[in-house]
């Protein structure tokens, strides 16, 4: 999939690996699709929130 998101830990975009689509909560009890995977470089966890389509 090869998504890009940015490394809090690192302050910089780059592409997660290990990644999965999650769902997680939203407004109004709403679900919302995101992307969870670790950062490449320094191990972190990587959050990127995909769109509503």
């Known amino acids: 999939m090869a998504t890009e998101a940015y490394c809090v830990k690192c ?21 919302r699709k995101a992307v969870q995977g670790v950062c490449p470089v320094c191990g972190t966890k990587m959050f990127k929130i995909l769109g509503k389509t």
């Open 11 to 31: 302050k910089q975009k780059r592409e997660m690996k290990d990644e999965q689509v999650i769902e997680i909560k939203g407004k109004g009890g709403t679900k």
